[in-house]
């Protein structure tokens, strides 16, 4: 066997290592991990459009990042990519689904089903791997209708949801104002680890429990913010 040849052999199986030891990690910075999910959205569309190969300066205008930038952050995955082809599209998208821990993905269950949660519903999430695959209401008047194929069920049947699967489900709340802290009381009951919330209120949550907001109106200050610097005070 030539030297080259045993070269070549000795650098795939080290980058292989690298990304088994990368795969492994959960302790990938949050800012990492928001550009991880921006390159998988862009992958995606790549591999819906017919594309089988990407380059990072393709990933890089799609992202709002610079190439040097994208391919620093795929190289420190232990992604390098092919001279002259970028990276193959739906290989890179299911190792960076892995990195991320959605392998498989989560379900998704919708609670309060008013504009916002049955748009949700109807739209499902665009770009994503996630599903919605329940809903729950406290209104018994929309219990047992069906939007978006999902069946809505009375909030009182959650723990029946949740029972036995923790780790597998997020909750999305798209409640009214005043009645988040009883939604999160009820799903903390259920026995729900993992919810997101469009509902802006300031609660109490089980200590077993993460919850995380949907802050639109704070990223519209912050635009709104840009927007008097870019044209001036």
């Known amino acids: ?128 791997p996630y599903r919605f695959t329940a809903a729950f209401d406290t209104d018994g008047r929309k219990a047992g209708s069906t939007v978006g194929g999902v069946r809505v069920e009375p909030l009182e049947k959650m723990g029946q949801h949740f029972a036995g699967r923790p780790d597998g489900i997020i909750a999305v709340l798209a409640v009214e104002q005043g009645r988040l802290q009883e939604a999160v009381r009820l799903l903390g009951g259920a026995g729900c680890r993992w919810s997101l919330s469009f509902t802006l209120e300031p609660v109490d949550v089980p200590r077993e429990m993460t919850l995380r907001y949907m802050e639109i109106a704070t990223e519209l200050d912050l635009l709104a913010r840009m927007m008097k610097r870019e044209v001036g005070d």
């Open 1 to 128: 066997m030539s030297q080259g040849i045993l070269l070549r052999i000795i650098v795939k199986v080290l980058t292989f290592t690298r990304r088994i030891e990368v795969n492994d990690r959960r302790d990938l910075p949050e800012a990492s991990r928001r550009r991880i999910s921006r390159y998988m959205r862009c992958l995606g569309m790549a591999l819906s459009g017919g594309r089988r190969w990407v380059t990072s300066a393709y990933l890089a205008g799609r992202c709002m990042k610079s190439p040097a930038s994208v391919r620093k952050d795929l190289a420190a995955l232990g992604y390098l990519g092919k001279r002259g082809a970028g990276y193959d599209a739906g290989e890179l998208l299911a190792s960076l689904q892995r990195v991320m821990g959605l392998s498989p993905p989560p379900t998704l269950a919708m609670v309060g089903v008013g504009r916002l949660g049955r748009a949700l519903l109807e739209s499902g999430i665009p770009g994503g």
